[in-house]
């Protein structure tokens, strides 16, 4: 009968995790270079706040709306690395490898396929111009998909049906890839310079972006390449990565543990 009252408790338990409202997605950055923790930007307000952590030579961010997280790391090494998005601790890394030239410098993750993209650039090594790759997140095998014919993209990031922007550095342009040549096409001229990452928001599609000279987080219309402030980020010096990302809520948290719990005082007893 003991045993039987547990069981039914979990089921319980586990209903109400279920039946939990949705938590909206969490928009992550990251300040570069040196040591930095995961901040959280208020998407509201463009307020940044750190999380946690402490993440070396993270150069850009990416997330596949739900709890995977992925930064990739520049200057001495070139690693991609899993990130907590609870503590803004890395969890794992592994080293990018196949890249004809230079380091992976901009990741994205394509929401319709589950594909990740990164691409080289000549800031950052690839003295022939920026190439897109495909990259393997399990063995941080790159493999190359095609010339951008941009230079210097250092923000990468896909809408949610499954199209590739980046903004083009040297030129302060907004562009689509081609996702199977490689191929960048010219969109829009950018209305400021150093905007070094976007990230669409899987709830709405809406772009958000982030500008290192004013310290500033915008939404980009990838239409015509328009920006609408959103706010300063009172804090960071250079944020240059974005992503959004779904922890589970703390009230979550705490009726998982209530379920395993329950769980495990329901075996005790019916062992006794």
Known sequence: MTRRIFTIALIALCGLLQAAPGQ???????????????YTIDQATGAASAVGGALTDIGDLTGDGASRL?????????NLV???PLTGNAIGAVAITGTRAGQITSLAYDPVTGVLFGNTSPGFGDADGDDLYVID???????????????????LGFDQSGVLFGVADSTNELIS???????????????????????SRP????????????????TLDTSNGNLTGVGAWLGPTNLVGLAFASAPE???????????????????????
């Open 24 to 38: 909206a997605s969490t928009l992550y950055a990251v300040n570069f270079s040196g040591i930095t923790p995961l």
């Open 70 to 78: 992925w930064g990739v790391s520049l200057n001495a090494t070139n």
């Open 82 to 84: 899993r990130i907590d």
């Open 137 to 155: 997140p399990g063995t941080g095998v790159a493999t190359f998909v095609g010339p951008i014919e941009f230079n210097d993209v250092f923000a």
């Open 177 to 199: 890839i081609d996702t199977a040549t490689g191929l960048g096409t010219f969109v829009a001229n950018m209305q400021v310079g150093s905007l070094f990452d976007i990230a």
């Open 203 to 218: 709830e709405d599609d809406v772009m958000f972006a982030v500008e290192s000279i004013s310290q500033f987080t915008y």
């Open 250 to 272: 703390p009230a979550t948290l705490a009726l998982l543990g209530l379920a395993l719990a329950a769980l495990g005082l329901g075996r005790r007893r019916a062992r006794r």
